[in-house]
């Protein structure tokens, strides 16, 4: 028997909408456009949009449900969902539609208003077969929109000028949690940021020059490629030591050539280890990191750093910052003629007491 559902009490329909999921407001959506309508006035959520180069999400609380193109129309048969497994927490379910003429771009417009959707949980392009035109499209349609973003993340292209275009709209946009950047660009390219996300990931960042560096707001910084001296990490670390950079870091990692051993950083000529043989396990929430042998630095203030530098055809500089948010663990091990135990284990300590 048909239920008469737009003929509900608005209190009433908003409380059957409460209980869809985007699969099944999607579907009701299509139904008629008084239906659409009604969806759009009455369903109340927090739901936000996440769209790669080939496929749209919905993020619904702890799932993610993905709107798959495929060339037939009867979507409506597809009563059980397309399982697709991620390596995350969160429930992902697909289903199969057929996108509208205006393809990618008109699905995504759709679902925003359809569900009234205010934040982009990320937007990625990494497929090289996939017109960089498009992806651009809907950056300007979310920065038109004022949308909020959280990630954005640009793979590479064979033609890096399309990555240039879109790197021209990245402070409009305003990521706020990440951003990440794969591809090369030529020696005179230059781009700085107005604001920083909380996480920065640069594959190759001979651009990202100190000046941007010392001005960073992340707590997570990864830089690889990247053209960072003895003199530049020395003077960045100088600051971070006096509160003139970095305030809010937590992890450094920097993959550079330009590192030798003729040049000391805070006073150590690299390769800067600690002599003997200790972890140290970092953990702030969903971070975990561990840095092998490196050496204490302590900031004026009283904040604790780790500090390692390895030298090879790709130096690495890696600086872990202790917060009052995070747990250390330590563990030292001792030499093989030691009659002790093979390793001991330092409790946790954010402020370990180590003689260096």
């Given at each position: 028997m048909p239920i008469p559902l737009l003929n509900f009490p608005s209190d009433l329909l908003r409380d059957v909408f409460k209980e869809c999921d985007p699969f099944d407001l999607y579907k009701l959506?299509?139904?008629?456009?008084?239906?659409?309508?009604?969806?759009?006035?009455?369903?109340?959520?927090?739901?936000?949009?996440?769209?790669?180069?080939?496929?749209?999400?919905?993020?619904c609380r702890d799932s993610r449900y993905h709107f798959i193109n495929t060339m037939s129309a009867m979507f409506h048969e597809y009563e059980t969902f397309y399982p697709l497994y991620v390596p995350r927490p969160e429930v992902s379910e697909g289903m199969f539609i057929k996108y509208p003429n205006g393809g990618f771009t008109e699905l995504f417009v759709y679902l925003l208003d359809t569900f009234r959707i205010k934040t982009v949980n990320a937007m990625r392009i990494a497929n090289e077969n996939v017109p960089s035109s498009d992806f651009?499209?809907?950056v300007k349609l979310v920065i038109g929109r004022n949308l909020d973003v959280e990630r954005l993340y640009f793979g590479t292209r064979r033609i890096y000028q399309e990555i240039v275009k879109l790197m021209e709209l990245v402070n409009q946009?305003?990521?706020?949690?990440?951003?990440?950047?794969?591809?090369?660009?030529?020696?005179?390219?230059?781009h700085h940021f107005t604001r920083f996300p909380e996480r920065i990931t640069v594959c190759n960042s001979h651009w990202f020059q100190l000046d941007q560096l010392i001005s960073c707001s992340c707590s997570h910084i990864l830089l690889k490629n990247s053209k960072l001296t003895n003199q530049d990490?020395?003077?960045?670390?100088?600051?971070?030591k006096k509160n003139e950079a970095l305030p809010n870091l937590q992890f450094l990692d920097v993959y550079t050539?330009?590192?030798?051993?003729?040049?000391?950083?805070?006073?150590?000529?690299?390769?800067i280890n600690w002599k003997?043989?200790?972890?140290?396990?970092?953990?702030?929430?969903?971070?975990?990191?561990?840095?092998?042998?490196?050496?204490?630095?302590?900031?004026?203030?009283?904040?604790?750093?780790?500090?390692?530098?390895?030298?090879?055809?790709?130096?690495?500089?890696?600086?872990?910052?202790?917060?009052?948010?995070s747990t250390v663990r330590e563990v030292i091990y001792q030499y093989?003629?030691?009659?002790?135990?093979?390793?001991?284990?330092?409790?946790?300590?954010?402020?370990?007491?180590?003689q260096l």
């Open positions: 959506s299509k139904c008629s456009e008084r239906t659409r309508k009604s969806i759009m006035a009455y369903s109340a959520n927090n739901w936000k949009i996440k769209s790669s180069d080939t496929e749209i999400s919905v993020v651009l499209e809907l946009t305003n990521p706020t949690k990440a951003f990440f950047c794969g591809q090369s660009f030529p020696p005179n390219f230059q990490l020395d003077l960045l670390l100088q600051k971070w050539n330009c590192i030798n051993n003729k040049s000391p950083i805070l006073g150590m000529y690299p390769p003997g043989h200790r972890d140290i396990f970092f953990q702030d929430g969903d971070d975990e990191k561990r840095l092998v042998n490196p050496v204490r630095v302590t900031k004026d203030d009283g904040t604790v750093g780790w500090l390692r530098v390895d030298l090879g055809e790709s130096s690495e500089i890696e600086f872990l910052v202790v917060n009052s948010s093989p003629d030691s009659d002790d135990d093979d390793e001991i284990e330092e409790p946790a300590d954010p402020n370990p007491r180590i």
